[in-house]
Each structure stands twice: as structure tokens, then as C-alpha cells.
């Protein structure tokens, strides 16, 4: 497999992925309507891999321009990162939700069809898993009790596939059920690039460390757990990078759909990790604490075997490298892609 169509390339773990994919040598394709992202990701990913990729700015619901990428590029194999991903967004605006990543994926997959391409890796999450189970999570156990419409849009495209999967044989699926993304690539020319308030508890932290916001709050502090705080397992976005191509490398000549946990099997609370941001980076990250955020779980974390023994996806990197990456991509770009 040589040519790759990215969706959603310009993106956070996408432009870490493309970055991955250039040095591996494939071609790569990226197709984003930088709803949430910068050009300016690409142009440094390229930089960095000293080799140039195509962008397309376009959208996952237009089918002429699916149409036309399939057409034009000799595809081997789609990456699907494209569509929304804020949880408290997805409450209050859950038709742009289930279009962006319902509507737009089976779009998107109607196109493969089209060109006859049917290798795909899909960004799911492990918010598939719902508050039922016990960590560590294996992909064994049930999923489809997502507690909010984000998650729901990822459970239900990973439905549509395993039955797609079923019911057509050409079809060769990975599901990546990503765990808590951080991190930026060692150089800090590319990273998280949120836009607004930060949702998610890294690039608070290290805007909090920079000094763009005044204290970071904790939500709840009597989950059990620890210290009290909720637990995750935070896995560096090089990594995440890292088992896309494993799992391309997996699909090659295999039918059906297979779900994989990307984590490191491991948690860290949120008050570990900012004791561990201390002592690594130097920095205090003034806090407080606040109420229990709703849908939280207090605990979250991996069983990565699966991974580790179908896919040889080892994670390289631990909390102290995630630590320092994400501080040096903020350190280094204190307004992310934007200038000034
Ligand atoms: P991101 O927002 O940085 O990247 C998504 C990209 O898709 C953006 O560049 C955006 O402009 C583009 N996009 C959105 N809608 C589109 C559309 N209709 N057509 C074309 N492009 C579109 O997010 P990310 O953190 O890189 O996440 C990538 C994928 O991984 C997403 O599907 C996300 O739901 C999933 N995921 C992310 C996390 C996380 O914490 N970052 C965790 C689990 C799963
Ligand atoms: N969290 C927090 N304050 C914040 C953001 C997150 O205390 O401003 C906590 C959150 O309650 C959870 C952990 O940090 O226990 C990771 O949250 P994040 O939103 O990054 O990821 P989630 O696992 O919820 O998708």
C-alpha cells in the first residue's frame, strides 16, 4: 500500500500521522475542511519530513470532491480522522455531530466503495466502552453505552463497519480506540492546536503553565481512586501516530474489522500528572477544585495486549515524555498555529 487518503490530516493526531506516513516513506493525501485546524500544520509536517504531500481543502459530506480524489490518486488505503470532537459541544449541537461524523463517514465510505478501495483505519475512542466495565478495558467487553452524542457518533460508526464488514468481505477494517491523546512531536513545531477554551486536561495545563489562563480546575476530587482525582491513560501522540501505520501494515491482505485499544495501559491521576509536569518541566500549574464534570468516569485505562501482540505496537514514549513535548510545543508556539 503506497497512496494514502488522509481525512482530517491537518488536524491534531492526523498531522502526526501524515508526518509518520512521508518518513515511511508513502504517499500521502490529505482531504480537510480545517474547521479545526492550520494549513500551517501541513506546511511544517512537511518541513520536518523534507517531502511534500497533497492537500485538498475540501469536505467528507461532498461526494463530487470524494469523487474526484479517488479518481486523480491511485488510493490504496483511507486513514479516517475527519469530524468533530468536543464532548460538551456535542450537546448542544448534535445534528452538526451525527452529520460531520455519521453522515460525513458513510459518505465517505460510499466513495471507497466507489473507487473500489477497501482498506480503511478509523479514529474511534475509547468512549466506545461506556461507564459499565472496569478498567483495564479490553475489547472483549460490550460497548454501546456512550454517555454523550460525541461518543455516540463513534459507537455507531463502528457498528456500520463491523456490519459493513459482515456483509461485504472485500472490506478490511481497523478500529483504533485511542485512550487519551498528548504530546507533540520532540521538535514542538507541531502539536495541539486547540481552538478557545481547552476541553481536554493537557492543553489546559500548559496554558495554565504559560500563563494564558489564570488556574486550572480540577473536576472532582472524591472519585475513587488515589488521590481522589480522575485517572486516565495518557498516551503520546507519536505513538498514536505510530499505530496507524501498524495497523495498515496489519490490514494488508485480511478481511473483516478489528477493534484495537491505543494506550499504554496505564493511568496517572490528574493531580500525578501535574506533580509530574512540576518536576519535569519546572513549572507550577496553579489550581482548584471544582465539581465532578458531567459523564466523567473516575477511571480509565488500557488493557493494550491486543495491540501489542497483533499489531507489534509497542508505546515508546512515557508520561515524562508526554509531559515535556506537550510544554515544549506550547513554550515554543504560545498561540499555537496562529502568529502574533
Ligand atoms: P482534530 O480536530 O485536531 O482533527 C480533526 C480534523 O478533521 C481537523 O483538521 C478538522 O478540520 C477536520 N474535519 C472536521 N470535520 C471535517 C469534515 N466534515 N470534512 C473534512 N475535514 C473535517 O482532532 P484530533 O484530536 O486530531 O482527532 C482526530 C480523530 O480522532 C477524530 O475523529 C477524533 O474524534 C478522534 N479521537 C480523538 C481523541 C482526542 O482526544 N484527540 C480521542 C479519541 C478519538
Ligand atoms: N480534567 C480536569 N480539568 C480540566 C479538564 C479535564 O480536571 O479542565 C480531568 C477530567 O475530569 C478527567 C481528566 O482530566 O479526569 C482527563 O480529561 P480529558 O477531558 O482530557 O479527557 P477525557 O478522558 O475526559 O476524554
Known amino acids: 500500500m503506497f497512496n494514502i487518503l488522509v481525512t482530517g490530516g491537518a488536524g491534531y493526531v492526523g498531522s502526526h500521522t501524515c508526518l509518520k506516513l512521508l518518513e515511511e516513506g508513502f504517499k500521502v493525501i490529505v482531504l480537510d475542511n480545517l474547521a479545526n485546524s492550520s494549513i500551517e500544520a501541513l506546511n511544517r509536517v512537511q518541513i520536518l519530513a523534507n517531502r511534500s504531500l497533497i492537500f485538498i481543502h475540501g469536505d467528507i459530506r461532498d461526494s463530487s470532491c470524494l469523487d474526484r480524489i479517488f479518481k486523480t490518486h491511485q488510493i490504496d488505503a483511507v486513514i479516517h480522522f475527519a469530524g468533530l470532537k468536543a464532548v460538551g459541544e456535542s450537546q448542544q449541537i448534535p445534528l452538526e455531530y451525527f452529520d460531520n461524523n455519521i453522515s460525513g463517514s458513510l459518505n465517505l465510505f460510499n466513495a471507497m466503495q466507489r473507487a473500489s478501495v477497501y482498506n480503511l483505519v478509523f479514529s474511534s475512542s475509547a468512549t466506545v466502552y461506556g461507564e459499565l466495565h472496569k478498567s483495564p478495558l479490553n475489547e472483549t467487553m460490550c460497548t454501546g453505552t456512550t454517555t454523550n452524542n460525541y461518543g455516540y457518533t463513534k459507537l455507531i460508526v463502528e457498528q456500520l463497519l463491523e456490519k459493513l464488514s ?25 502539536g495541539e492546536n486547540p481552538r478557545g477554551i481547552p476541553n481536554n486536561l493537557m492543553p489546559y495545563v500548559t496554558q495554565v503553565a504559560i500563563g494564558a489562563r489564570e488556574k ?102 512515557g508520561l515524562e515524555e508526554m509531559l515535556r513535548d506537550s510544554w515544549n510545543w506550547q513554550k515554543q508556539n504560545p498561540n499555537g498555529f496562529n502568529k502574533g
Open 166 to 190: 459482515q456483509s461485504d468481505p472485500r472490506w478490511s477494517i481497523a478500529l483504533l480506540r485511542y485512550f487519551n491523546p498528548v504530546g507533540a512531536h520532540p521538535s514542538g513545531l507541531i
Open 216 to 317: 486550572l480546575s480540577i473536576f472532582g476530587q472524591d472519585y475513587e481512586t488515589i488521590d481522589g482525582t480522575g485517572v486516565r491513560d495518557y498516551i503520546h501522540v507519536m505513538d498514536l501516530a505510530n499505530a496507524h501505520l501498524c495497523a495498515l501494515q496489519n490490514r494488508i491482505n485480511r478481511s473483516g474489522c478489528r477493534a484495537w485499544n491505543i494506550g499504554t495501559g496505564r493511568g496517572a491521576s490528574v493531580l500525578q500528572v501535574i506533580k509530574a509536569f512540576k518536576d519535569i518541566n519546572g513549572v507550577d500549574v496553579k489550581y482548584e477544585f471544582a465539581p465532578r464534570r458531567d459523564g466523567d468516569i473516575a477511571i480509565c485505562y488500557a488493557d493494550n495486549q491486543r495491540a501489542v501482540s497483533e499489531l507489534g505496537w509497542i508505546p515508546q514514549y
